[in-house]
Structures are given as C-alpha cells and as structure tokens.
C-alpha cells in the first residue's frame, strides 16, 4: 500500500505559450454585480521581476487592480506569501515533523535549511490607491488593513514593491531541484487570497494546495539571458527573445539579461520555470492549442527519447479531455520538467523528466486533466481537494487507456481497492475534512485520489454510465470559469438526470457511512437481501437459475425518485430504512450476484454471493 500512495502523490501539473490571443468566449466571462446570483471576486496583475541567478533572489513591482464583485463591504485584504513556508519553524515545517507519517519528500528538510536556501518574499511597499498602507506578515499570510473599505462593485488599486528568495527545492517550487533544473517558479508572487459567499479564504501553506481568484495577468521576467522560460500566459516578445519561440529574424539582448513578457487571460495563477539547458519542442493540436514542451538537454538518451515519444500522446490525450468533458479554451498548453513530482497550474504542469515511458505520460495524463478539473473548474483545493483529485484521477484513468490501448474493463478498479482499505483501515475521515487536518497523511491521499475517484465512477453506476458521461460535459459548460462546489455538480448531475441524488454527496462525501449490502437467504424461487451499511444504494442482481439461463434484475432505490437506463429486469424500489428486502423469481434459483460488475464500493464482496 506504502508504493500505491505513494504513486498517487507523483501526479500534478503543466505550463503554456504562444504569442496569439485567447479564445474566451463570451459565455465564459462572469456577469457583472447583480446580473446573477453567482458572483466572483476579479483581480488584473501587472508584474514586473528581475531575477539574479548566481544566488536566486529578486526584486519586483506588483500593480493589482481588484473589483469587488461582492455585495459586501470589505475593511480588508489578504494575501499569500507561500515561499516564507521554507523556513526553519514555519507551520509547513513543523506539521511535516510532527506528522505520524509525513511526506517524504519534505521530511527534515525544511528545517535543515541554511539562510541562503530558505525561501521568503518580503514586502517594502504596499499602496492603496496611492496611500500607504499598514500589514502584518503572519507566517504565509499578509494582513492589510485598508485605508478604505471597498464597496460592492468597487475598483481599487494596489501597488506594491517586494523582494524574495527562491528556496532550495523541497515541495513543489524552488530551485536547483534533484533533477538539476534551476528554477520551478511556483507560487512565487505575493498573490491576493479569495474571498466568497463564504468569507475569506486567507488559509496559512502547510503543505496541500490552493485557491486563487480569476484574473488577467501581465507578468514580465527579466533574467539571464541564456535561460529558457516555460510558463503559463502568451509570449509577447518571441523576436526579442528566440530560444524556439521567434516567428523571424531574433534581435541581440543588449547586455546580459532578457526581458520575457507574459500575458496569460482569465486565469487564477501564474507559473514559470526556467533553466539554460531546457530544449524547447512544439507540437500542434489539430483544432486545437500548440503543446510546448521543455526539458533539460542533459537528460539520458533513454529519457529523451520519451520526452519525444510523450508529444503525440499529449496531443491524443488533449482531443481527449476536449472530447469527454469541454473544448480546451486556450491556444497553448506547455509540459514543462520541473517540480518534485507532478503538480498542475494555468496552462502548463510540472512534472519530473526522469521517468519511464509509461510512467511519463501517466504523470502527464494527470496533470493535463487538472486543466479541466482545477484551473477550468477551479475548486478550494483545501476544501474540496477530492473534486481536484479525484474527478482529475477517474478522467485521467479512463485517458491513459483509452491512449495506450490496455482495455481494461474497469479503469477505476484500483481506486476502489484502495478505497476500500481505507474504509476499513479505522483511519478514514470524511470528504469535508479540510486538508491539512487529516491526521495521516496517507489517509488524505487515499481520500482525495481515491475515494475522490470512486465518488464519481460509482457515481455511473447509480445513474448509468451514460449519464454519468452527460454529466461531466454539463458540468463544465455551467460551471468553467468558476468556482464550483461539490453541490453544485451534484445539482448537474440531477438536471442530467431528473433524479434525487443529494443522499449519494451526503453519505459519500460527507460521512465515512459505508455500503455492506449481502444475500441474506435464497430458498427455490425466493431472495432475501439486506442492508448492512448504512449507505443506501441501489442493486444491481444477477441470478443464476438451475436451467443453466441467467437474469438480470434492477432494484431502484425509493430516495433517488428515478431508476437508471437498464436492459434489467425492473422490479419495486427499496426504501432505506428496510433492512431487508425480499422478492420471488420466475424459475428455480442455484446462485445469487450483488453487482456483478463490482461498480458499487460494497466493503464487504464475500456477503455478494449465493450458491445452493
């Protein structure tokens, strides 16, 4: 199981360019304050950094102009500063020592670091409109107080100046990581917390992931100028800048340095990497964006060649998800080595290059099915990480063979093994659990990843698969470009279908109810079945007779008001609070099979079957 979890931690994300506009549709963009009972906070970054590369600190400007879409009156902001989490005595630092079973990729390390590879960004100054303004930096956090509360419907500017430090790499962004690659520029960027229908979400870095508001970013990076930049947002520059993104003849850099200008539309991040020994590869999605792909030169000839064989699966793997859930909106998607693992941002993903084939494009496959389900449908991590996840590894599953070609008859088959070893590990804690306080850490991955994943594929079981397909397609054309919520897919999901399903989110997600359901009796023609979990679901039977022919039957569950598209024989529903249940056959029964096709996450499958 350690090697299972530990699979399930290496998948993550992906990076983008190209020097054409972005094509948001109209439908995508957000409705003024009080067109609709949806809102959503807007923030427009404009940045400018110069990054030294002989001891990986910088400087920079930030201009940030932020509409309070709200109808509430805001007396002040937040921001996060998540590079201060690599520090010696920071909560990152400390929760992953005091961990009963920590992540080995931080471990010690955070608190072993010198001062000149600890990570940090510090702020000089902060301007309201052009009014000085008090904070305070509480670990990750920047508290400000406004010299003016914002009003619903309010533009205010702020401009500040600040400076960092790129720590030495230890989870996610920093530098010189174990592959050699200088910079994965994650979260590097005093960035403004969001806030909601549900306040602010102003949540310190100890160690999962995050939660951003949608904006326009201008983002220059000045830097050497042998290095290669992979990121997210639109090359504004190429000519200036070559390094395989010039469309003509490449200007010569005056000095040593080369100014990069971004511009990446309706995201809610921004990342880079960058390094002087990145190749840098094109492909063209026909219909669809250019995927860019950068990785070190210096890289085994084995790992190259996957690095070139990986384009045109990402390329199959792109029609894909654009297929199955929602066409990709923007014009480039960049796979760019970097990282500790995989992890996914706006319009590229990091990934670790050193992999074999098989592996490189699973990690791929995750991390570039993150671009629906996180930076399209942009979900708390910190609340919801299991819609991240989870949806991220059901699709992602169901790619990988689709794109390799195993066949399999059930993509989604481990997650349900894993789950179940969860349910009955005493260590489960339910899907609303915040992120952080999972007392283990392997239990927060088995239920972000795995339960994550189970949700949604059993999820076809109860309202057919096709439904289920329905489903997904319809989420993304309501909700992209928002911040949904667990209800908000469960209500697609009952338009889909005209049926009751708010039981299935509350005993999934919201409890560690589980689902025991067994033969009970079977004597002739007649069978008795119970319910043993306290989870409801409907059945799915298959009865052997002892002429040798078989039959299906369907037993609808009442709660759900409807029953499934089945060729099975339909008998009356069962109601929850019945613990048993009993009907009669046409013929003389030999066996009796509880789902069959294991699509329901029963904990108990040795109670599924009858023989005479």
Partial sequence: MKKFFL??????????????????TPNQVVKPLNSTSYWQQHVDYKIDITMDVNNYR???TQNLVYTNNSPDVLHRVYYHLYFNAFQPGSEMDVRSQTIADPDDRVGDRIGNLTPEEIGYLKITSLKQDGIILNYDVVGTVLEVQLNKPIQPGEKVT????????????????????AEGVALSMTQWYPKLAEYDFEGWHADPYIGREFHGVWGDFDVTINIDKNYVIGGTGYLQNPNEIGHGYETGKVKQPKGDMLSWHFKAPNVHDFTWAADPEFIHDQMQVPNGPMLHFFYKKTLEAEYLENWKKLQPKTVELMNYFSENIGKYPYNQYSVIQGGDG???YAMCTLITGKRKFGSLVGVTAHELAHTWFQFLLATNELKHYWMDEGFTSYISDYAMDAVMETNKENPAAGSYRGYIYLATSGKEQPLTTQADRFEFNQAYGLAAYVKGEVFLAQLGYVIGQDNLNATLKKYFKDFAFKHPTPNDFIRSAEKVTNFELDWYLMDFAQTTNTIDYSVKAVSDKTITLERIGLMPMPIDLTVTYTDGTTEDYYIPLRMMRGKKPTTATTISNWAWAFPTYTFETSKTIKSVQIDPKEGMADINKENNKFEM
């Avoid at 699979?7 to 948001?24: E, G, H, Q, R, W």
């Fill in 7 to 24: 699979c399930l931690f290496t998948l993550s994300v992906f990076i983008a360019f190209s020097n054409t506009k972005d094509p948001v």
């Fill in 158 to 177: 702020f401009d500040m100046i600040f400076n960092g430090q790129v720590p030495l790499q230890v989870r996610r962004s920093g530098r010189d990581s």
């Fill in 58 to 60: 910088y400087t920079g």
């Fill in 342 to 344: 995989g992890m996914e």
